[in-house]
Antibody, heavy 121, light 110 residues
Framework: EVQLVESGGGLVQPGRSLRLSCTAS????????MSWVRQAPGKGLEWVGF??????????EYAASVKGRFTISRDDSKNIAYLQMNSLRTEDTAVYYC????????????WGQGTLVTVSS | QTVVTQEPSFSVSPGGTVTLTCGLS?????????PSWYQQTPGQAPRTLIY???TRSSGVPDRFSGSILGNKAALTITGAQADDESDYYC??????????FGGGTKLTVL
């Protein structure tokens, strides 16, 4: 059974950093691309970023709203994807979901339960 | 800035049929955008319903179907049930490893 479990959320002050983790199980993590999607309180879903698998260079893409501040990485030996968030803003307050990506058909097939990040002084 | 448009809200009677749409602020949606649809109830993670325009995800009832209607992607629910009352999101693939979600449609079944 595919499982994605996010961790690392919490309360952080504006301008500070936070790193989220997504621990995967039930599939060959190294073979798959991953993505992060967020949802601000009472708002819709917003795609945050994407990391390809190592066969495709492990390269990353980001939404304009987080580019230059957020970094996605992966540790295939631990089956973990990370979201490093720097220079956090109040508008980054959201539930952050980790998803697996089907790269051929370009969709998010499995989702974690999410972790809440609150940016506030 | 590409905007993906969805109806903010929709209402359907139990047993009725409803079609939700997913468009672009500029241009037409086609299969090359690989439209996919997700269902979300309050406090829960999204659930994948439809991908690649019209393929149902595993376990999704066949009352959910996807298509291209005119210049938009569409999600049709035939024979709506009470537990279909949810938020529905479409997402379009923009190329280069980038996606854009629509704003979501809140579906009421009453």
């Amino acid at each position: 059974e595919v499982q994605l479990v996010e961790s690392g959320g919490g309360l952080v002050q504006p301008g500070r950093s936070l790193r989220l983790s997504c621990t995967a199980s039930g599939f060959t993590f190294a073979d798959d691309a991953m993505s992060w999607v967020r949802q601000a309180p009472g708002k819709g879903l917003e795609w945050v970023g994407f990391i390809r698998n190592k066969a495709y260079g492990g390269t990353t893409e980001y939404a304009a709203s987080v580019k230059g501040r957020f970094t996605i990485s992966r540790d295939d030996s631990k089956n973990i994807a990370y979201l490093q968030m720097n220079s956090l803003r109040t508008e980054d307050t959201a539930v952050y979901y980790c998803t697996r990506v089907q790269v051929v058909t370009k969709f998010f097939d499995y989702w974690g339960q999410g972790t809440l990040v609150t940016v506030s002084s | 800035q590409t905007v993906v448009t969805q109806e903010p809200s929709f209402s359907v009677s139990p047993g009725g049929t409803v079609t939700l749409t997913c468009g672009l602020s500029s241009g037409s949606v086609s299969i090359t955008y690989y439209p996919s649809w997700y269902q979300q109830t309050p406090g829960q993670a999204p659930r994948t319903l439809i991908y690649n325009t019209n393929t149902r995800s595993s376990g999704v009832p066949d009352r959910f179907s996807g298509s291209i209607l005119g210049n938009k992607a569409a999600l049709t629910i035939t024979g709506a049930q009470a537990d279909d009352e949810s938020d529905y999101y479409c997402v379009l693939y923009m190329g280069g490893g980038n996606w854009v979600f629509g704003g979501g449609t809140k579906l009421t079944v009453l």
